[in-house]
């Protein structure tokens, strides 16, 4: 249940960032949805690690999967892979 979640939070977060602000990247909607995935995927590990992924810290975990997947993908953006000329 907790990794379903995690995708789903995942894919919104990174289609939310493709929609709030286009930009050209270089990989479009995909890439951004796959970091969104891969930084809630993490989030969520590392709340199992400091144990608060217990069914009665639910709003937590799914704060901590935001949070992650919005840092992952906010450094993609912030951070270009070329100098801007």
Known sequence: MQIILSLVIGVSVGTAARLIAPSKD???????????????VVATFLSCTFNLCSIDHIGLRVLTSFLGSGVIVSSYRCFPARPLE
């Open 26 to 40: 270089p990989g479009g909607l995909s890439v951004l949805v796959l970091l969104g995935i891969v930084g809630s």
